[in-house]
């Protein structure tokens, strides 16, 4: 069996050669351990593992506003598709030393009513270019793979917490703030009209759809769906 036909046959119960793999995911410091540890690099540890999933989604065309403040910021920092800015966060010590990028400027922690967002940037679906999705997946059906989409983090209270706060935002959600509903809403938006742009332009061709809470990754807590055809 191919990994297309591995997969398929799991999920509809019908026999195959070998459980489906999904080829594992980690911070960077543990993939560096575990390609040393069995001496292959990635595109090898995947081959190796007949690594079902390849996936699909836009390109961003035009890119994330950089900030004004942005400059007050360390090397290594990075604006994010909100208007908020991560500043590279180091842990552990030694071997297990890594780091992240941690919200470190909330553009609506400050924010009390919406009114003063009344003439803000939002994020918009037209940043990003859907063509070629469909031929994508043909191609990965073709390789014998699994089309994937992940749609943008649909993980709403952990990236409005990265823009105004996590204590701000559980203490939104208690009191139905107008500014975390009209933050919502925004969010909202903006995936629905990105995920029926991609949907439209793949034209029934994506195999699954995973929402996770990485951004477009697959490093994330995963929930699987149908595929998009049996919706």
């Known amino acids: 069996m191919n990994r297309r036909e591995r997969f398929f046959s799991c999920m509809n ?41 390849e996936s699909v989604c836009p390109k ?3 890119p994330n506003p950089i900030p004004p403040n942005f400059g007050d910021y360390p090397e290594g920092s990075y604006a994010g598709g909100w208007g908020e800015i991560y500043a590279p966060q180091a842990y552990g ?28 940037p939002w994020p918009s679906a037209d940043s990003f270019d859907y063509s070629g999705i469909r031929e994508e997946c043909i191609a990965i059906k073709e390789r014998g793979g699994v089309a ?38 925004k969010r909202f938006e ?9 949907f439209a332009a793949a ?5 699954v759809v995973h929402l996770c809470e990485d951004l477009g990754g697959q490093n ?12």
């Open 13 to 53: 119960r019908t026999g195959y050669d070998r459980l489906p793999i999904m080829h594992p995911y980690g911070t960077p410091e543990f993939q560096a351990k575990l390609h040393a540890r069995v001496g292959m690099d990635d595109a090898q540890l995947r081959a190796a593992l007949e690594h079902v999933f």
């Open 220 to 231: 994330g807590p995963l929930i699987s769906m149908p595929t998009f055809n049996e919706l």
């Open 93 to 120: 010590t030694g071997e297990n030393a890594g780091h992240y990028g941690e919200a470190a400027y909330l553009p609506f922690a400050e924010i009390t009513d919406p009114a003063q967002l009344k003439d803000y």
């Open 60 to 62: 961003q065309v035009v």
């Open 203 to 207: 034209d029934g061709e994506i195999d």
């Open 148 to 185: 994937l989409y992940c749609p943008f983090s649909f993980d709403f209270i952990n990236n409005i917490g990265r823009t105004r706060g996590v204590t701000q935002t559980l203490m939104d959600i208690g009191l139905r703030d107008p500014v975390f509903l009209l933050l919502l809403q």
């Open 190 to 198: 903006f995936h629905y009209e990105m995920d029926r742009r991609v």
